[in-house]
Every structure is written in structure tokens, then in C-alpha cells.
């Protein structure tokens, strides 16, 4: 009895042991919105998911080594708020698995790419409802044919190395591997990104180039962006300028913007411009208004309008899952009033 006792005891204080040292936390956005979106001759109504922030639910955990060495995972993936995921869930978002140390942090799994990253940090809606900065793919995006992926949001197959806190200084570089059996290379790719931030200032710049798109051998893709912000109080302008390039295609998109705080509310614009550089008469032109309130911490409730212009050749839409693809040259105009939960 006394030994089956110390044993108990034994276990008990083990499983507490690991319990101090390893942490694992369920975390998540609801996000759901009631929109319209018109263009000449189509108009839709409805519920869309993410018009503040993408609906997503995720499990991460962070294991103590010792030494100041630390083991930790992300498992995470996007949900549709408007119907469940009615065709299925996995953990598209992210899927990593990491160490860390004073040395920063080795990472390896599907993650968001640094060039998109810094698109979306230096723009006031991210990457989420109508004025969202909708970056990726300048060139794919517009209806061409051009194979997605000319610019991931993420990638898959990554190994990623996140420098660690510098006075200020961030950076993140990431290898994709291809994976395929005739051509590893053919659509692997390579970012790199790097920023200061310190105060009310924070300014960033990323690279990437993707080895033969999706499929096409010939082609590569390479692309860049720039951007930066600065604290003024409660005002925040926000600068961003980005180029893609490829198949002899070059598209480019200048944003400004800016978040103003207002109380508990936030207020947010922004003005994007997509300057196509090889065809003509195929630019287009987007404003986009939105204000949040925070209920709480952790609840909003939005509202965004946003108006897009495409010249004569130009198909771009709204970023919302709302929005239909315009016919050439035609004008769209949305708006969104929704609820935001993090938890």
C-alpha cells in the first residue's frame, strides 16, 4: 500500500511538473457580416464571413526544454461563419511546428509568406472584407488566366527562420519546396522579409520569387513590396507600394491609408491604386471606409463601404466572397455591417 501510495504521489507530481513547463490553448475569430455588393447588371445580397477579420479556430501549444530552448505548434484553419465549412474543415491557415531560443525560431509546416505578411501589416484592413489590400496575386487577379500562386498568401512544404527581437529590428525568411517528382524546383519559392519598428515608427520591405508559378516551367514570378507607418497619437497613416512580375506581365498597387481612433471605435481608409504596366486601358482604382466599435476586448461590431473603378480591360472585384467578377470596365460598389468575436 505505502508503495503504490508513493507511486501515486510519484505521477501526480510528474503531471504537474509538465503541466508548469508545456501549455496547449484553443483560440479563434467568429466573424460574420451582412452585405451588398452591385455592378452593372448583377447585384448580390447576403451573409459573408470575415468582413473585419478571417473566422478561423486553432490549437497552439509551447513546450519549456530548458536552457531557454522552447518546442511549440500551431495548427489553424479558416472558417466559414455564413454555412459551418458545409464542405469540410482543415487547418489550411497554418500548420507549423517550431524551436526557439535567443537564436529566434526554426519553422516548419504551411505558413503565411513574408511578402504577404508585410502587404497586409502596412495596410488598414489587412486582409479582410471589402477594403481589404487584396495584394497577392496582382497579376493573377485580374482575370488573365495567370496561374494562382504567382504571389501565395501561404505556402506549403516551408522551412522559415524568424529572427529574433533586436531593438526594433524583424525579419523572417522562408524556402518553399516544390515537391514535384519530374522538377523539384518548378513551383518551390523564396521570400525574405525585414523591418524596423521602434516607437511610433515601423517601415518593412519583403522579396519573393516563385519558381514556375503552378505549373508553368518557363515562368517565374518575382515580387516585392514596401511599406511603412507612423504613430501620430491616435493617428496612424499607413504608405504601401508593391510590384509583381512575370510571363511578361508586371502589375503594381500604391495604397494609402490610415486608422484613426475614436474612443472605443476605430476609424479606417484606405485609397488603392493597380497600375498594369504591359497592357492598357487595364488599371483600376479602389476607396474603401470602415469604422469599428469594440463592445469589449475581445467583441466589434464594423462597417465598411467600398467603391472599386476598372478602366476599359479591368475585371477586379471586392475583396468579399460577396462580390461577383465584373464585366470589363465595370464599376462595383459594396458595403458590410457585421460582428466580430476573438476568443
Do not use: C
Not at 503552378?214 to 517565374?220: E, I, L, N, S, V
Not at 502589375?251 to 472605443?264: H, P
Amino acid at each position: 500500500m505505502n508503495r503504490q501510495l508513493l507511486a501515486l504521489v510519484a505521477l501526480t507530481t510528474a503531471a504537474s511538473a509538465m503541466a508548469q513547463n508545456s501549455s496547449v490553448t484553443l483560440f479563434g475569430v467568429a466573424d460574420v457580416s451582412v452585405g451588398h455588393v452591385s455592378t452593372a447588371g448583377k447585384s448580390v445580397s447576403g451573409l459573408a464571413s470575415g468582413g473585419s477579420a478571417t473566422s478561423r479556430l486553432g490549437f497552439r501549444g509551447e513546450e519549456d526544454l530548458g536552457a531557454g530552448l522552447k518546442a511549440s505548434f500551431w495548427l489553424e484553419g479558416g472558417l466559414d461563419m455564413d454555412d459551418g465549412n458545409a464542405e469540410g474543415f482543415q487547418f489550411d491557415r497554418r500548420s507549423t511546428l517550431s524551436l526557439s531560443s535567443g537564436f529566434g525560431e526554426l519553422r516548419l509546416g504551411r505558413d503565411k509568406t513574408p511578402t504577404f505578411q508585410n502587404m497586409e501589416h502596412f495596410h488598414p484592413f489587412a486582409d479582410a472584407g471589402m477594403g481589404a489590400v487584396n495584394g497577392h496575386n496582382l497579376i493573377s487577379d485580374d482575370a488573365t488566366g495567370t496561374p494562382e500562386g504567382s504571389n501565395p498568401k501561404r505556402a506549403s512544404n516551408s522551412v522559415s527562420y524568424l529572427l529574433p527581437k533586436m531593438d526594433g529590428l524583424y525579419g523572417h525568411a522562408m524556402h518553399s519546396f516544390g515537391e514535384q517528382a519530374a522538377d523539384n524546383r518548378l513551383s518551390s519559392s523564396t521570400s525574405v522579409r525585414l523591418g524596423y519598428a521602434a516607437d511610433a515608427l515601423d517601415v518593412g520591405a519583403a522579396y519573393g520569387i516563385v519558381r514556375g508559378g503552378t505549373g508553368t516551367a518557363a515562368t517565374d514570378y518575382r515580387n516585392f513590396n514596401i511599406g511603412a507607418s507612423y504613430k501620430f497619437g491616435s493617428f496612424t497613416p499607413m504608405l504601401l507600394l508593391a510590384s509583381e512580375r512575370g510571363n511578361d506581365r508586371r502589375v503594381d498597387l500604391y495604397s494609402i491609408g490610415m486608422k484613426l481612433a475614436l474612443g472605443q471605435g476605430e476609424l479606417r481608409a484606405a485609397y488603392s491604386m493597380f497600375e498594369d504596366k504591359k497592357r492598357g486601358d487595364s488599371d483600376a482604382q479602389r476607396l474603401a471606409l470602415g469604422y469599428g466599435y469594440e463592445l469589449s476586448k475581445r467583441t466589434e461590431i464594423y462597417a465598411n463601404v467600398a467603391h472599386l473603378r476598372n478602366d476599359g480591360q479591368a475585371t477586379r472585384d471586392l475583396g468579399s466572397s460577396l462580390s461577383p467578377t465584373p464585366n470589363a470596365g465595370r464599376k462595383l460598389t459594396g458595403y458590410e455591417i457585421g460582428l466580430r468575436h476573438n476568443f
